[in-house]
């Protein structure tokens, strides 16, 4: 068990290639605006693993659903096959933990909820081409360890647990929409006496 967490530990450290550029690099990456994600999940078990199986897309559908209570618009799978210009990604590494003698004991698993987005780099834009980079924009990771029996239950409330920090962190740049006007209201009476489309 011991090496399992050194090595879930060495995957958490961010290679220096995956560092957000900096401002002078890109366009300064922030949560403010971002109201459309493409969204992952994705769950990689070690070889061999007998740890109960987790759907990804169950994942997937409690980050979209939980994102669309926040009036974010989530892009369709289909939409986001060549690229989306923002997207947020849960990915779980999960490795068995054994006994000296080989038995099952549990598991520890690298937890990491990461929100990226597509950047224009001025240093290297032209007035004939324009571009762009996807870097890291916001993210929390984190260790898990547990028995065998506890796996599933403690994967899904984690996952609860990274979406509310990335709420909290979206809602405090990102002011609620407005709520559509109604037909009766004054500002509906100027729309449609000025010609104005609702």
Same mark, same amino acid.
């Given at each position: 068990?011991?090496?399992?967490?050194?090595?879930?530990?060495?995957?958490?450290?961010?290679?220096?290639?995956?560092?957000?550029?900096?401002?002078?690099?890109?366009?300064?990456?922030?949560?403010?605006?971002?109201?459309?994600?493409?969204?992952?999940?994705?769950?990689?078990?070690?070889?061999?693993?007998?740890?109960?199986?987790?759907?990804?897309?169950?994942?997937?559908?409690?980050?979209?659903?939980?994102?669309?209570? @926040?009036?974010?618009?989530?892009?369709?799978?289909?939409?986001?096959?060549?690229?989306?210009?923002?997207?947020?990604?849960?990915?779980?590494?999960?490795?068995?933990?054994?006994?000296?003698?080989?038995?099952?004991?549990?598991?520890?698993?690298?937890?990491?909820?990461?929100?990226?987005?597509?950047?224009?780099?001025?240093?290297?834009?032209?007035?004939?081409?324009?571009?762009?980079?996807?870097?890291?924009?916001?993210?929390?990771?984190?260790?898990?360890?547990?028995?065998?029996?506890?796996?599933?239950?403690?994967?899904?409330?984690?996952?609860?647990?990274?979406?509310?920090?990335?709420? @909290?962190?979206?809602?405090?740049?990102?002011?609620?929409?407005?709520?559509?006007?109604?037909?009766?209201?004054? @500002?509906?009476?100027?729309?449609? @006496?000025?010609?104005?489309?609702?």
């Amino acid at each position: 068990m011991r090496s399992s967490i050194v090595v879930l530990g060495i995957l958490l450290l961010r290679p220096p290639h995956l560092a957000a550029q900096t401002e002078a690099e890109t366009q300064r990456a922030t949560l403010t605006g971002l109201r459309s994600f493409g969204v992952h999940a994705s769950v990689q078990l070690s070889q061999g693993a007998s740890l109960e199986s987790i759907d990804e897309r169950v994942l997937r559908a409690r980050v979209e659903d939980a994102l669309r209570r @926040e009036g974010i618009v989530i892009q369709s799978q289909s939409g986001v096959r060549d690229g989306s210009q923002a997207s947020l990604d849960l990915l779980y590494v999960v490795m068995q933990t054994k006994d000296t003698a080989g038995r099952a004991l549990g598991f520890a698993a690298s937890s990491c909820l990461q929100a990226s987005q597509m950047v224009r780099i001025p240093r290297l834009t032209t007035p004939k081409h324009i571009a762009y980079a996807v870097v890291s924009t916001w993210r929390s990771c984190g260790l898990l360890v547990g028995d065998s029996a506890s796996f599933r239950a403690t994967m899904v409330q984690n996952a609860d647990q990274q979406l509310a920090r990335f709420l @909290e962190a979206w809602r405090r740049v990102n002011l609620p929409l407005p709520p559509p006007a109604s037909p009766g209201s004054p @500002e509906a009476r100027v729309s449609m @006496e000025l010609g104005f489309d609702q």
